[in-house]
């Protein structure tokens, strides 16, 4: 390789007249570029267009249960709070002292009547409001940089699911998740009081561009390669319902583009799952979990629960709603993120169902050791030594474009599971994002 | 005083054999663990119900706040199997394992059982980069008429709070 293509790999082509790198020249539709995943300007450029700018995953409502809850996020890069007040309404603020930017909260969730800068003793209520200034005469008016820890202008939820977005204005939470919110129902209404309640968190640190996340999750394609373990080892029929519906378009699963960088696989009948989630229930448990469903939901929401398979679901830029856990991809560095996975419990089922879901997330997708899902982690990292060893100046998404069909009632592309129509549809919502 | 004193003398000290024993135990099963002898490894355990544990960041006594491992007998066959047959994708020939164990002590429970606390201290080499695991170690072990066996192991590891690395062998 000469010096001039190494370069090329490592940063991307960039407009001659500045320095400013051209992020739409990077994408077209059957091929991404390698810079994508490597260069620290577009990482940064990612961080303000898409972690300040839109609309960001924060936290569930149930991480915060009570007046004075907390619980220290990120935001791309920004440290926030996710908190309760003492109303019960739900905030997400900036994790600094307005006055020298030290992080105020410092233990990673709890509950506090009140926040207090260990710096020079500035206080807080849980809404970032000031509530204290020691020996404040020192201000004519206000401190300069005001007297608040900044709240974020725009906080929505969805279903319990919070959202935050650092600016003032741009559109609704309800505009954002577009056609992916009745895939959110499908995935939250399993619980029969219709809310779900996290239970624990448990964080992955992955050598890779937190896009190669996003990247896997409606890949049906690299399951029974990476996953062969599981597939055919100790689950073959698992592998034999992947391998069939494959090719089955349209008696069966297929990966939708939803639009706004959504996607979702949305697995046929064979996938169904009796609402639980994968794991089989003793016939007294299911039996008391339909009645519950039936109890919460009315009969025909419950009978659709339980004959609808449980969707791999993405919301841009980074959620994903799979199995029982909830999971969000935090970017660090170009070439570092956090995979954060956080387990859910059923309200209003046999404390038994909870423990069994449990059980079965513990072993297959807890992220540094599960059966499933670590080998996905340790995969993105042998994408991101190839990339950074210049295997290659373009990732190809190429798969199956001859054969995704627009849906005439819905307007969004859809494609077989083993193709990569939910990529390219993340991508050219990037592109627009970015540019 | 005069309590703490009475106290005391109702825990038997461990003999010096039964020391050089446990001993002996922890560092075999180190160097199974770096050699990836899972087959061997596993024979150091009851036959029975045993308890493989790592927790995770949250209080590890609540319902449905995941570990990093909690495997029962079933699980930790199928983990042992997944690694010595290279089903992990980050696969056992790559990775390098060095460990020693520290600071033990041992505690005698009854007849039967023994606690034993140590520190672990590993440096392992995956992909060309070098990951350090540090935790304090509580193992449970039974005395049987073949010599000593693992029943429960437990690893509390001192960055548990943040994010783990991606942990394709056993600790």
């Known amino acids: 390789m000469n010096i001039a293509t190494e370069v090329e790999v490592r940063t991307g082509p960039r407009a001659s007249s500045d320095s400013e790198i051209d992020v739409s020249s990077l994408i077209e539709i059957d091929r991404v570029h390698a810079s994508l995943f490597l260069d620290e300007e577009i990482f940064q450029l990612e961080m303000e267009k898409i972690f300040k700018r839109g ?111 650092f600016e003032e204005t741009g559109i609704s939470l309800e505009a954002h998740l577009g056609d992916a919110a009745p895939f959110i129902d499908r995935y939250i209404d399993r619980s029969p ?3 779900i309640a996290v239970t624990g968190e448990q964080r992955s640190q992955v050598h890779c561009n937190w896009k190669f996340a996003t990247d896997n999750t409606t890949d049906g394609y690299h399951a029974r390669f990476v996953h062969r373990g599981v597939f055919w080892n100790h689950y073959p029929t698992v592998g034999q319902t992947s391998a069939e519906s494959a ?10 583009n ?4 959504h996607q979702v696989v949305d697995w046929g009948p064979a996938r169904a799952t009796s609402g639980a989630g994968k794991i089989d229930l003793p016939a007294e448990l299911a039996t008391s979990y339909e009645q519950a469903l039936h109890d919460g939901l009315g009969p025909e929401r419950a009978a659709s629960v339980l004959n609808e398979p449980v969707p791999h679901l993405f919301i841009f830029p980074n959620l994903f709603l799979i199995q029982n856990d909830l999971r969000v991809f935090t970017p660090l560095s170009p070439s570092e993120m956090s995979y954060d996975t956080y387990f859910w419990a059923m309200e209003g089922v046999d404390p038994e169902i909870n423990r069994l879901r449990h059980k079965q997330h513990q072993r297959f997708y807890s992220p540094s050791s599960g059966f499933v899902l670590s080998d996905d982690l340790a995969q993105y990292e042998q994408l991101q030594i190839g990339l950074t060893g210049g295997a290659t100046s373009w990732l190809d998404q190429s798969r199956g474009m001859h054969r995704e069909k627009l849906n005439p009632k819905t307007g969004n592309i859809e494609g077989v599971t083993t193709d990569e129509v939910g990529t390219r549809g993340m991508w050219q919502h990037y592109k627009e994002v970015m540019t | 005083m005069s309590i703490d004193t009475a106290a005391a003398t109702d825990i038997s000290e461990p003999s010096s054999a039964t020391v050089a024993a446990v001993h002996s135990l922890l560092f075999r099963e180190a160097r199974l663990l770096d050699t990836h002898s899972y087959v061997e490894w596993l024979s150091l355990w009851t036959p029975g119900e045993l308890l493989y544990w790592v927790p995770g960041a949250g209080d590890p006594s609540l319902d449905g706040v995941p570990s990093i491992v909690l495997d029962d007998r079933s699980d930790l066959e199928d983990r042992t199997e997944r690694l010595a047959e290279g ?14 164990i520290t600071n033990i002590e041992v505690e005698t429970v009854d007849a039967d059982q023994l606690i034993v606390h140590s520190v672990l201290d590993l440096t392992e080499i995956r992909d060309e980069r070098r990951y350090h695991w540090t935790g304090r170690v509580r193992h449970e072990l039974r005395v049987t008429a073949d010599g000593l066996a693992i029943a429960v192991k437990r690893v509390d590891l001192v960055d548990r709070h943040l994010a783990t690395p991606v942990l394709a062998f056993l600790l």
């Open chain 1, 258 to 261: 939803l639009g706004n960088g």
């Open chain 1, 193 to 195: 009081s219709g809310s």
């Open chain 1, 55 to 165: 609309w960001v995953y924060v936290g569930h409502e149930s991480e915060v249960p009570l007046p004075g809850s907390f619980q220290r996020k990120r935001l791309g890069l920004v440290e926030v709070l996710l908190t309760r007040d003492q109303d019960g309404d739900v905030h997400v603020i900036q994790n600094a002292c307005p006055h020298r930017g030290a992080v105020v909260c410092k233990p990673r969730s709890g509950e506090a009547r009140a926040l207090k800068c260990s710096y020079h003793g500035w206080t807080f209520r849980n809404d970032g409001s000031n509530i204290g200034i020691p020996l404040p005469d020192a201000y004519t008016d206000q401190p300069r940089c005001g007297s608040s820890m900044p709240r974020l202008p725009r906080v929505e939820s969805y279903r319990g699911l919070v959202f935050a977005s």
């Open chain 2, 87 to 100: 089903w992990a994708m980050a696969h056992y020939s790559s990775i390098s394992l060095c460990r020693s």
């Open chain 1, 247 to 256: 090719n089955d378009f349209d008696g069966g699963s297929k990966i939708i």
